[in-house]
């Protein structure tokens, strides 16, 4: 039980510092949140697009194996 304990603190202080440091650091021009908004939307986009082709396929396949 100790060394959990001594895990987790270890993890939250790493985390502590590491929020600290960022926060003192002036903008180092990393992604902005505009452009991971967008490579989700684009991503889920893709995504449902392969999976409605994925239904259509599996929905007339016996249809399109006479073809």
Known sequence: MKY????SYRAVRWLATRL?????Q??????SI?????W???VTGALLIAGTIAV???KYNG???GI
């Open 4 to 7: 959990t304990a001594f895990r």
């Open 40 to 42: 989700v939307a684009a």
């Open 34 to 38: 505009t452009t991971v908004i967008i």
């Open 63 to 65: 249809n399109l194996s």
């Open 20 to 24: 600290e440091e960022a926060s003192s």
């Open 26 to 31: 002036p903008d180092r021009g990393d992604i």
């Open 56 to 58: 259509v396929i599996s």
